[in-house]
């Protein structure tokens, strides 16, 4: 069964790092991208970006370049998407998904990883 | 940036009504274009790729047409379980947009 399993909600200040996670299972982690997307409380989905496990690859939005950062660890099967300095506006749920490698769709999701950026 | 835009941002059915739902791209995205279900408080489900293929598991009253800028998600009858927001994607730019969504309340 294939799976992508994410890690806990976090609640964090403003300035603070963050890394969350995305493991994958029950597939060859390597033959598919890993995609990030962001949905902000009681709005719709936004593409982050997207990795290549099987060389760490990655692309952004033009919207997220610079603001954060998608790496992985195909060893481990995870993937990860790290702010070096949250802001009050980075609150959101953050989902990764697996992207099928011809039509480009997102064909499993995580469950989501809840962050809230608060003083 | 492709632009999508999905109409309407929302709407109000019955049960067994049909439901149909327009995504338009800013430019051609040939047959790029993937629809997926948000129920609330769930993570997004694909339910339509390339525009008119149906993922394994969906129920056949859901089915999606299109291409070039316009393309529609279709609900033959609906039922309880389809209440949730539906948005599109387009896949052949990065970044791979989504629409705004359409939520479907019953």
């Known amino acids: 069964e294939v799976q992508l399993v994410q890690s806990g909600a976090e609640v964090k200040k403003p300035g603070e790092s963050l890394t969350i996670s995305c493991q994958g299972s029950?597939?060859?982690?390597?033959?598919?991208?890993i995609t990030w997307v962001r949905q902000m409380p009681g709005k719709g989905l936004e593409w982050m970006g997207r990795?290549?496990?099987?060389?760490?690859?990655?692309s952004y939005s033009p919207s997220f370049q610079g603001h954060v950062t998608i790496s992985a660890d195909k060893s481990i099967n995870t993937a990860y998407l790290q702010w070096s300095s949250l802001k009050a506006s980075d609150t959101a749920m953050y989902y990764c998904?697996?992207?099928?490698?011809?039509?480009?769709?997102?064909?499993?999701w995580g469950q989501g990883t809840q962050v809230t950026v608060s003083s | 940036d492709i632009q999508m835009t999905q109409s309407p941002s929302s709407l109000s059915a019955s049960i067994g009504d049909r439901v149909t739902i327009t995504c338009r791209a800013s430019?051609?995205?040939?047959?790029?274009l993937n629809w997926y279900q948000q129920r609330p408080g769930k993570a997004p489900r694909l339910l339509i790729y390339?525009?008119?293929s149906l993922e394994s598991g969906v129920p056949s009253r859901f089915s999606g047409s299109g291409s070039g800028t316009e393309f529609t998600l279709t609900i033959t009858s609906l039922q309880p379980e389809d209440c949730a927001t539906y948005y599109c994607?387009?896949?052949?730019?990065?970044?791979?947009?989504f629409g705004q969504g359409t939520k479907v309340e019953i």
């Open positions: 998904a697996r992207r099928t490698a011809g039509v480009k769709s997102l064909d499993y």
């Open positions: 029950g597939y060859s982690f390597t033959s598919y991208y």
């Open positions: 994607q387009q896949s052949a730019r990065t970044p791979q947009t």
């Open positions: 990795i290549d496990p099987t060389d760490s690859h990655a």
């Open positions: 390339t525009a008119s």
């Open positions: 430019q051609s995205i040939s047959r790029s």
